[in-house]
């Protein structure tokens, strides 16, 4: 904020001084109106008046007198010495501005998103570079962990499709990409990778999360319920938001259709329960939602990472006007 200030202060007063010659007085002695026109006519006169008498002459000179009158006092502008700092503070103006757009505004490395800090994506990089280097399962597992840590979402799945590539059997791995799947709306796929994962490794709480999350998105309320109760067995940390989504899951599974128990039923385990967002976007407060042309076009056709969500007509409905209560 403050580099802001300092550099709209340096433009606007270079801009000031760079302006100043045209906003100041005119010159004390403005050149006479066609004045080359009057030159060459007392040129002219000034050649001829030898050769006239009489009245001719007279009237000659008294057209000269006025040339002369008309002329007189012109003294041609002196040129003005130009001071360097107009152009030292724009020249400095621009240059704190370039420095503010590369900060601030400008592309950053490659791999840094919204979500990395310069420091992080030169990390970023620099483990991607070694991993695609040496091609070590060690390496690339550094490489895919710190990318899912930082939602460079692409990277990891590059990275741990690289790690099953030398290492078919990394349960970290499996596990990984089938959570990358079910963000990327792939649910079958990734219901084979994370079954596979849970089964040879029933301890790992990251992938009952993600699996209960992926039955409920299908409707299995009871299977998401025994995926979340594996959860929290296995010691995993968000306790409180999954027990509230057994609640949920129960009390849809007895067949509940207002529109807060469709929500609660598809959209609540990426959105969070109140629509404050998690793996999905935020809803409270979106402005999205005051079109529900649009949001019924995204439920039923997916978007981006957001898979289609097979909704009856009367449950589209309703859950269209719950969330407009968001």
């Given at each position: 904020?403050?580099?802001?200030?300092?550099?709209?202060?340096?433009?606007?007063?270079?801009?000031?001084?760079?302006?100043?010659?045209?906003?100041?007085?005119?010159?004390?002695?403005?050149?006479?109106?066609?004045?080359?026109?009057?030159l060459?006519?007392?040129?002219?006169?000034?050649?001829?008046?030898?050769?006239?008498?009489g009245?001719e002459?007279?009237?000659?000179?008294?057209?000269?007198?006025?040339l002369?009158?008309?002329?007189?006092?012109?003294?041609?502008?002196?040129?003005?010495?130009?001071?360097?700092?107009?152009a030292?503070?724009?020249?400095?103006?621009?240059?704190l501005?370039?420095?503010?757009?590369?900060r601030?505004?400008l592309?950053?490395?490659?791999?840094?998103?919204?979500?990395?800090?310069?420091?992080?994506?030169?990390?970023?990089?620099?483990?991607?570079?070694?991993?695609?280097?040496?091609?070590?399962?060690?390496?690339?597992?550094?490489?895919?962990?710190?990318?899912?840590?930082?939602?460079?979402?692409?990277?990891?799945?590059?990275?741990?499709?690289?790690?099953?590539?030398?290492?078919?059997?990394?349960?970290?791995?499996?596990?990984?990409?089938g959570?990358?799947?079910?963000?990327?709306?792939?649910?079958?796929?990734?219901?084979?990778?994370?079954?596979?994962?849970?089964?040879?490794?029933?301890?790992?709480?990251?992938?009952?999360?993600?699996?209960?999350?992926?039955?409920?998105?299908?409707?299995r309320?009871e299977?998401?319920?025994r995926?979340?109760?594996?959860?929290?067995?296995?010691?995993?940390?968000?306790?409180?938001?999954?027990e509230?989504?057994?609640?949920?899951?129960?009390?849809?599974?007895?067949?509940?259709?207002?529109?807060?128990?469709?929500?609660?039923?598809?959209?609540?385990?990426?959105?969070?329960?109140?629509?404050?967002?998690?793996?999905?976007?935020?809803?409270?407060?979106?402005?999205?939602?005051k079109?529900?042309?649009?949001?019924?076009?995204?439920?039923?056709?997916?978007?981006?990472?957001?898979?289609?969500?097979?909704?009856?007509?009367?449950?589209?409905?309703?859950?269209l006007?719950?969330?407009?209560?968001?």
């Amino acid at each position: 904020m403050m580099a802001t200030l300092l550099f709209l202060a340096l433009f606007l007063l270079g801009l000031l001084l760079a302006l100043r010659p045209l906003l100041g007085p005119k010159e004390p002695f403005p050149e006479p109106p066609r004045r080359e026109e009057l030159l060459k006519e007392l040129e002219v006169l000034k050649g001829e008046v030898e050769a006239l008498s009489g009245e001719e002459k007279r009237l000659a000179l008294a057209r000269m007198v006025e040339l002369e009158r008309l002329l007189e006092g012109y003294r041609p502008p002196a040129p003005r010495a130009r001071s360097p700092w107009p152009a030292v503070l724009l020249l400095g103006g621009v240059a704190l501005l370039g420095v503010g757009l590369w900060r601030y505004t400008l592309p950053r490395l490659p791999g840094e998103t919204t979500v990395t800090a310069r420091q992080e994506a030169r990390e970023l990089k620099a483990l991607a570079e070694k991993a695609q280097r040496t091609g070590a399962v060690e390496d690339l597992l550094a490489w895919g962990r710190r990318a899912y840590a930082l939602k460079a979402f692409d990277q990891a799945a590059e990275a741990y499709l690289g790690v099953l590539k030398k290492d078919p059997r990394n349960l970290e791995a499996l596990r990984r990409v089938g959570i990358l799947l079910f963000l990327g709306g792939r649910l079958e796929e990734a219901r084979l990778f994370l079954e596979i994962a849970q089964h040879a490794d029933p301890k790992a709480a990251e992938g009952w999360l993600f699996l209960g999350n992926l039955y409920f998105q299908e409707g299995r309320m009871e299977e998401a319920i025994r995926a979340w109760e594996r959860y929290l067995e296995a010691g995993g940390e968000a306790r409180e938001r999954v027990e509230a989504l057994i609640a949920m899951a129960r009390a849809q599974a007895q067949g509940g259709k207002d529109g807060q128990a469709v929500y609660q039923a598809r959209c609540a385990a990426c959105h969070g329960l109140q629509g404050e967002g998690g793996v999905g976007p935020r809803l409270k407060g979106n402005p999205l939602l005051k079109s529900p042309e649009a949001v019924r076009e995204i439920v039923l056709r997916g978007r981006g990472a957001m898979p289609a969500v097979p909704l009856s007509e009367e449950e589209l409905k309703a859950l269209l006007k719950f969330l407009g209560t968001l």
